[in-house]
């Protein structure tokens, strides 16, 4: 336990605020601003998704090794590194003048972003005693609860009044906050550390890249046979991945985490019922600008109440699942998130907004539901060293959804359109009524919980 002072004891948690806000800042403001960009840029804003998806999919690969660069370089280091890293791929963004250098940029961004989350985590985990880390945690992640109710708006905005250049601008002061309350407050603490397992990270971060990469490739007309013979290779290099694992004695992620059912269970159902809850946030800001011509900014207000009501929702979420069960409350609630972006397949002229936002409110509130039902059930019966191990697949595997959703759903939208050539907004509606019916099919997974899993949380 790290020994702070009364200045580091009041204001550490700051850092971890800052830089819990610009990571999930900058993963939402991009999706009300994509076909302004798109258009700056000379591209469809059809193809844009690989902006959003090359954040997340960086974000997945690097966070594994963040936690062994803190213990082994030092904490202050990492953090002060990973913010500078964060800015400097903020400002090549702005200064990017083609989609493949804004592809490029976002990687170095996301490599910065996968570093400063987790590794301001663990400097407040170090730092505080167990009895007030509750409290702490609670205040330090206030903006993951405001940035994505600010995020569709504020990017809406700045491309609408300003430029979209100022959609990475804004990172750059907020890093210089982090960098100075960092300097000042931030311990240096370190661990004894194992040797990182590097052939199972290249591995891993292959395998799961290939995968990404095939469902782009696919989507295209006459590259089918290319997208399969990359997602067998993806799926060679997993195999290899688990033979690997098996045998190290410290591999990245240890597979005896998949023994335990809650486990096994939360991490499967997590990445099958993201698929179509990640894409929607994508989608629906392209639906409502290049279909029916709302401004980004009015596509950023028709979004906001998907944060407002996943911010409502939270006092009721654990009342709920003491009265219901994780089993009961994650299948219904995953049927009904299906039911719900199946719903916006009735969204056929711009006039309907009045009657889709309460529904965006309910789409923010079950949402709200499921990641923390699903977050809590993985890893409810993780103990000692698996904890920290498992804690960190979990948030892996998150952005992975992200990553694999909006591939998937762009990837089912450009096929809609390019080989079958069918109208944009019929295309749209194809797309949500498949994204909601997998949906409502990977509730059906929960069906494996044991209905008193997780009762021992309460």
């Known amino acids: 336990m790290a020994s702070l002072t009364s200045t580091q004891t009041k204001y550490l948690p700051y850092v971890m605020a800052i830089a819990l ?14 076909p302004k960009m798109a258009a700056a840029l000379g591209e469809s804003p059809l193809n844009m998704q690989w902006a959003v998806i090359s954040y997340a999919l960086t974000l997945a690969i690097f966070i594994p090794i963040s ?28 200064l990017s003048g083609s989609l493949p250098i804004l592809i490029a940029s976002r990687i170095i961004q996301g490599i910065g972003g996968a570093m400063m989350t987790p590794v301001a985590r663990l400097i407040l985990v170090k ?25 569709p708006l504020l990017g809406g905005y700045l491309v609408e009044y300003a430029s979209w250049h100022w959609i990475f ?6 890093g210089l906050a982090g960098l100075i309350i960092g300097w000042q407050l931030i311990p240096d603490l370190r661990e004894a ?43 060679a290099l997993l195999a290899g991945y688990v033979w690997h694992a098996k045998r190290h ?13 809650t486990f096994r269970i939360g991490i499967a159902g997590n990445l099958f019922t993201r698929l179509g809850i990640s894409a929607v946030p994508f989608l629906l800001p392209l639906l409502l600008q290049v279909v029916f011509d709302f401004s980004p900014s009015e596509a950023g207000w028709f979004l906001a109440p998907i944060a407002i009501g996943a911010m409502g929702i939270k006092p009721l979420v654990t009342p709920m699942i003491r009265r219901f069960s994780f089993r009961l409350v994650l299948i219904a609630n995953t049927i009904l998130l299906g039911l719900l972006i199946i719903s916006l397949t009735l969204f056929k002229d711009a006039a309907q907004w009045v009657i889709f936002s309460p529904l965006m409110v309910l789409l923010g509130a ?35 959804a992200i990553g694999f959703g909006i591939a998937f759903g762009a990837a089912v939208l450009n096929m809609l359109r390019g080989r079958w050539q069918i109208e944009t907004l019929v295309a749209f509606q194809y797309t949500f009524l498949l994204l909601g019916v997998i949906t409502i099919l990977s509730g059906l997974y929960f069906l494996r919980l044991s209905p008193k ?5 309460y």
Not at 21 to 34: E, R, V, Y
Not at 206 to 221: I, Q
Not at 249 to 261: K, V
Not at 453 to 457: K, M
Request: with cysteine.
């Open 127 to 151: 730092s505080f005693p167990r009895n007030q880390l509750l409290s702490v945690m609670n205040f330090a992640v206030i903006p993951a609860l405001i940035a994505p109710l600010l995020g």
């Open 249 to 261: 004695s410290a591999p990245l992620f240890s597979l005896s985490l998949f023994d335990i059912d």
């Open 67 to 94: 936690g062994f660069l803190a213990d082994k370089y030092g904490s202050r280091k990492v953090f002060l590194a990973a913010i500078s890293i964060f800015c400097l791929g903020s400002l090549l963004c702005a």
């Open 21 to 34: 806000f610009m990571q999930i800042l900058d993963a939402t403001i991009l999706n009300t601003a994509l």
């Open 366 to 400: 079950c949402n709200s539901i499921q990641f923390s039902a699903m977050n809590t059930i993985t890893i409810s019966d993780l103990q000692g060293q698996q904890i920290s191990s498992g804690n960190s697949l979990m948030a892996v595997n998150q952005q992975l």
């Open 193 to 235: 550390t194992n040797h990182l397992d590097w052939l199972g990270f290249f591995l891993f971060a292959t395998a799961v890249s290939g995968l990404t990469l095939a469902l782009e490739f696919g989507s295209h007309v006459g590259q089918l046979s290319f997208a399969s013979i990359v997602a067998v290779c993806a799926l």
């Open 169 to 174: 601008l804004i990172n750059l002061p907020m």
């Open 453 to 457: 899993a997780g009762d021992s949380l």
